[in-house]
């Protein structure tokens, strides 16, 4: 939602090889696998191929190169050291003819397998547009008198850079690629976002860098200040220390981390960032398969201020931004602890014929993972002697962090010893805020966080794909919801299981515990029971926008929390491939269309959780991490608790 400061300073430097750990001593003979996301090397070879190629206009952007995964049938049928398929997708956007094409690039042969121009769609915003659009609206006459209407200078002030979202800009040419601006003040004071410029949006045509909009809708006091007085730092802190003398429980090769009896693989892609793979756990022996691949495919952040400078904002993050290319380097004592291990990663330069040296910038310290205590894990006192059995618990976290305008986005990753896994994507950062006149207009849609600023209500949607493999591919979901049986006796209450056979979606239902569980079709426990894995919410959010909302129309995960559809190569986002601009119908809707059947195939889970965002004054002038999430638990998935072997 504006512009990344990281990647653009990180793109002074260049990066030998994505996937690095740097902490942790690198096996001697670390094994690739069909799903690591692209190095660097990689990335370079995939453009040059593109490059070469007599397609390839002069001043072409490429805003999205990412590997382009291999069938899943492949990749289950791969084993190590084994040879597999490696090919890259690099987006090709022409600006001024308005044009992307698709490039699928083969990098074992190094040569282009397919070049396809996709009519009426629109990548995401790319990195080199943040500076082109921000420079257009500054340069505009208009802008620039509103702006000095205020009494504030141009030269004062910071313009974010949005997709357009649900906007209709009248005198837009049809299909015209979009981009807008707004306002806060920054002067030589940091972070910007607790100083709004209300009122002034301007709209810039990508292809012609023409402003071709600029609504100001009245003048609102701005904050020039800045906020949250200097307070002496509190007192007290003793030393808090993580060590492991003998280093980390867990092992490295390649993508692959193995912990304590699980095993899964790390991957990227420039889009969603890290992507989990391969996900499988079993106490002692090989790891048994429960989830083929899962990743936070798309994020959507509605407001819900009727103000039509606001009505139109509802940010789709990964897919409009790819937020993959803004992981923040992560750092021991702000995100993680001493003991964590770091990865770093790369991402592909937008600037066609750029030297070798600068064809992708670094992402240092992309992710993080570490163990940490994870409390009481299991107890029992026998009730004679009173000598208790108790064992404590450890966890793996597995962590990256999107930085992306004013919000950042942290996602966790919780393996546990049980064979749990527990997910949390949590906001920090500043709310996106508006200056107001008063109190009562700062308290309508809205939250009063400083006197003449108000923080907008709004959602916050996270979209998992979850490619749910349990105990292999012949899988069914079943829906589990609890409800008090009078007819047998006041106290009853039981469980209606229903399966879901076909594809489709499904809502929460919070007042009858609903939730599901991914079972095997045949496979059974020791008690007869079907071999599984429980989806278990831990928020509830039903989006607030009207079913007519455009917004909302585009983001089908925000409509239903869960989705089921056949695993299908391809079908990666719930909004589509194309969210920015992007179609009704696109996604879920389509994908779910002729309602296949689910029921003991290879099916997909869709899980959105998420926030409802009223702002307290609290989170001004910077909100302290909200997680919301969900827990997987295994259940019949072994034949007894799992974490009896723990020492
Ligand atoms: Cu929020």
Same mark, same amino acid.
């Given at each position: 939602?504006?512009?990344?400061?990281?990647?653009?300073?990180?793109?002074?430097?260049?990066?030998?090889?994505?996937?690095?750990?740097? *902490?942790?001593?690198?096996?001697?003979?670390?094994?690739?696998?069909?799903?690591?996301?692209?190095?660097?090397?990689?990335?370079?070879? %995939?453009?040059?191929?593109?490059?070469?190629?007599?397609?390839?206009?002069?001043?072409?952007f490429?805003p999205l190169?990412?590997?382009?995964?291999?069938?899943?049938?492949?990749?289950?049928?791969?084993?190590?050291?084994?040879?597999?398929?490696?090919?890259?997708?690099?987006q090709v956007f022409e600006r001024a003819a308005n044009r992307l094409s698709e490039?699928?690039?083969?990098?074992?042969?190094?040569?282009?397998?397919?070049w396809t121009v996709q009519p009426g769609r629109q990548p995401g915003v790319?990195?080199?547009?943040?500076?082109?659009?921000?420079?257009?609206?500054?340069?505009?006459?208009?802008?620039?008198?509103?702006?000095?209407?205020?009494?504030?200078?141009?030269?004062?002030?910071?313009?974010?850079?949005?997709a357009p979202g649900a906007a209709v800009v009248?005198?837009a040419a049809p299909g015209a690629r979009l981009l807008?601006?707004?306002?806060?003040?920054?002067?030589?004071?940091?972070?910007?976002?607790?100083?709004?410029?209300?009122?002034?949006? %301007?709209?810039?045509d990508m292809s012609t860098?023409?402003?071709?909009?600029?609504?100001?809708?009245?003048?609102?006091?701005?904050?020039?200040?800045?906020?949250?007085?200097?307070?002496?730092?509190?007192?007290?802190?003793?030393?808090?220390?993580?060590?492991?003398?003998?280093?980390?429980?867990?092992?490295?090769?390649?993508?692959?981390?193995?912990?304590?009896?699980?095993?899964?693989?790390?991957?990227?892609?420039?889009?969603?960032?890290? @992507?989990?793979?391969?996900?499988?756990?079993?106490?002692?022996?090989?790891?048994?398969?429960?989830?083929?691949?899962?990743?936070?495919?798309?994020?959507?952040?509605?407001?819900?201020?009727?103000?039509?400078?606001?009505?139109?904002?509802?940010?789709m +993050?990964?897919g409009e931004? !790819?937020?993959?290319?803004?992981?923040?380097?992560?750092?021991?004592?702000?995100?993680?602890?001493?003991?964590?291990?770091?990865? +770093?990663?790369?991402?592909? !330069?937008?600037?066609?014929?750029?030297?070798?040296?600068?064809?992708?910038?670094?992402?240092?310290?992309?992710?993080?993972?570490?163990?940490?205590?994870?409390?009481?894990?299991? +107890?029992?006192?026998?009730?004679?002697?009173?000598?208790?059995?108790?064992?404590?618990?450890?966890?793996?976290? @597995?962590?990256?962090?999107?930085?992306?305008?004013?919000? *950042?986005? !942290?996602?966790?990753?919780?393996?546990?010893?049980?064979?749990?896994?527990?997910?949390?994507?949590?906001? *920090?950062?500043?709310?996106?805020?508006?200056?107001?006149?008063?109190?009562?207009?700062?308290?309508?849609?809205?939250?009063?966080?400083?006197?003449?600023? %108000?923080?907008?209500?709004?959602?916050?949607?996270?979209?998992?794909?979850?490619?749910?493999?349990?105990?292999?591919? =012949?899988?069914?979901?079943?829906?589990?919801? *609890?409800?008090?049986?009078?007819?047998?006796?006041?106290?009853?209450?039981?469980?209606?299981?229903?399966?879901?056979? =076909?594809?489709?979606?499904?809502?929460?239902?919070?007042?009858?515990?609903?939730?599901?569980?991914?079972?095997?079709?045949?496979?059974?426990?020791?008690?007869?029971?079907?071999?599984?894995?429980?989806?278990?919410?831990?928020?509830?959010?039903?989006?607030?926008?009207?079913?007519?909302?455009e917004?909302?129309r585009r983001?089908?995960?925000?409509?239903?929390?869960?989705?089921?559809?056949?695993?299908?190569?391809?079908?990666?986002y719930?909004a589509g491939d194309y969210p920015n601009q992007g179609q009704i119908g696109d996604g879920?809707p389509a994908?779910?269309?002729?309602?296949?059947?689910? +029921?003991?195939?290879?099916?997909?889970?869709?899980?959105?959780?998420?926030?409802?965002?009223?702002?307290?004054?609290?989170?001004?002038?910077?909100?302290?991490?909200?997680?919301?999430?969900?827990?997987?638990?295994?259940?019949?998935?072994?034949?007894?608790?799992?974490?009896?072997?723990?020492?």
């Open positions: 939602m504006t512009r990344p400061s990281g990647p653009v300073l990180a793109r002074a430097f260049a990066l030998a090889a994505a996937l690095v750990f740097v *902490t942790a001593p690198t096996p001697a003979a670390a094994q690739s696998s069909p799903v690591d996301g692209l190095t660097a090397a990689e990335i370079r070879d %995939a453009v040059a191929v593109v490059e070469a190629d007599p397609r390839l206009v002069q001043g072409a490429f190169v990412k590997l382009r995964e291999p069938p899943k049938a492949e990749v289950l049928a791969w084993t190590p050291g084994a040879a597999f398929r490696r090919e890259a997708l690099v490039v699928i690039v083969d990098l074992r042969g190094r040569r282009v397998v397919s790319y990195l080199s547009e943040w500076t082109d659009a921000a420079a257009a609206i500054r340069a505009d006459t208009r802008w620039r008198n509103a702006i000095r209407g205020r009494n504030l200078q141009p030269k004062d002030i910071y313009v974010d850079i949005w009248p005198g807008r601006g707004i306002a806060f003040y920054r002067g030589n004071l940091p972070n910007p976002y607790d100083r709004p410029i209300e009122g002034l949006v %301007a709209t810039v860098m023409q402003v071709i909009e600029v609504t100001d809708t009245g003048i609102k006091p701005v904050n020039t200040t800045l906020s949250g007085a200097t307070k002496p730092p509190r007192t007290g802190f003793k030393p808090l220390v993580v060590t492991q003398p003998q280093g980390p429980s867990f092992t490295i090769d390649g993508s692959k981390v193995s912990w304590l009896g699980w095993e899964f693989r790390i991957g990227y892609s420039m889009r969603e960032g890290p @992507v989990l793979q391969r996900i499988g756990f079993a106490p002692s022996g090989p790891p048994r398969s429960i989830i083929n691949r899962m990743s936070l495919d798309e994020i959507y952040v509605p407001y819900g201020h009727p103000d039509p400078q606001w009505a139109w904002r509802g940010a +993050d990964v931004y !790819n937020t993959g290319q803004y992981l923040a380097p992560l750092a021991v004592g702000v995100d993680v602890p001493s003991n964590a291990v770091f990865l +770093d990663s790369a991402a592909a !330069n937008d600037v066609s014929r750029v030297p070798a040296n600068k064809r992708t910038f670094p992402l240092p310290h992309a992710v993080a993972i570490f163990e940490r205590n994870g409390g009481l894990l299991f +107890d029992r006192t026998d009730p004679d002697s009173f000598e208790r059995e108790g064992r404590f618990g450890r966890e793996l976290v @597995v962590t990256w962090t999107y930085a992306i305008g004013n919000y *950042t986005y !942290n996602t966790e990753y919780v393996f546990q010893l049980d064979g749990g896994i527990d997910v949390s994507v949590g906001a *920090t950062g500043t709310t996106l805020n508006r200056g107001v006149s008063s109190a009562a207009e700062g308290s309508a849609f809205a939250t009063l966080v400083a006197p003449n600023i %108000a923080a907008p209500l709004h959602q916050h949607f996270f979209s998992f794909r979850i490619d749910f493999d349990v105990d292999g591919t =012949a899988n069914r979901l079943v829906e589990e919801d *609890t409800h008090g049986s009078p007819a047998a006796s006041s106290n009853a209450f039981e469980i209606d299981r229903t399966p879901i056979t =076909a594809e489709g979606f499904r809502d929460l239902s919070p007042m009858s515990n609903r939730h599901w569980i991914v079972e095997h079709a045949t496979k059974r426990d020791a008690v007869g029971l079907p071999v599984g894995y429980r989806l278990h919410p831990e928020s509830h959010a039903p989006a607030f926008a009207d079913p007519s909302d917004g909302l983001a089908p995960f925000a409509q239903h929390a869960l989705w089921v559809t056949r695993a299908r190569d391809g079908e990666l719930a879920l994908f779910v269309a002729d309602h296949q059947s689910v +029921d003991g195939q290879d099916l997909v889970v869709w899980f959105a959780t998420g926030l409802t965002h009223i702002p307290r004054v609290e989170d001004f002038p910077v909100m302290n991490r909200e997680a919301v999430g969900f827990s997987l638990r295994p259940q019949g998935f072994f034949d007894e608790n799992p974490a009896l072997d723990i020492p």
